[in-house]
């Protein structure tokens, strides 16, 4: 009965800032490890970045690195604040949960995850 809601999704020019955001409807967070996805028509779904629950540990993506940054809050939200945002950014962004593997650092493959989101378009304009 997990449902991941995502906003903050919209148009931006390139070298501009948005943050996503991630709630959880009818659950929480808590103890979860969470994630953040992006698919570009006709490409693959990508990973972006990651977050542990266990000391809320960090794994980003090298092409968003240095950029963007996830966090997460102790109660059911988890953040993607993206700046210095680039055309190549533009696609539609998911809001994932892992609920067994939640201390792993490193975990990329979106079919491993449990739960997700209904994704938010982001468009970088040039």
């Known amino acids: 009965q997990v449902q991941l809601v995502e906003s903050g999704g919209g148009l931006v020019q390139a070298g501009g800032s948005l943050r996503l955001s991630c709630a959880a409807s009818?659950?929480?967070?808590?103890?979860?490890?969470m994630a953040w996805f992006r698919q570009a028509p006709g490409k693959e779904r990508e990973f972006v970045a990651r977050?542990?629950?266990?000391?809320?540990?960090t794994f980003y993506a090298d092409s968003v690195k240095g950029r963007f940054t996830i966090s997460r809050d102790n109660e059911n939200t988890v953040y993607l604040q993206m700046s210095s945002l680039k055309p190549e950014d533009t696609a539609v962004y998911y809001c994932a949960a892992d609920s067994l593997w939640s201390g792993v650092l490193i975990r990329t493959t979106a079919s491993t995850y449990d739960y997700w989101g209904q994704g938010t378009q982001v468009t970088v304009s040039s």
């Open positions: 977050i542990t629950w266990s000391g809320s540990r």
């Open positions: 009818g659950s929480t967070f808590s103890r979860w490890a």
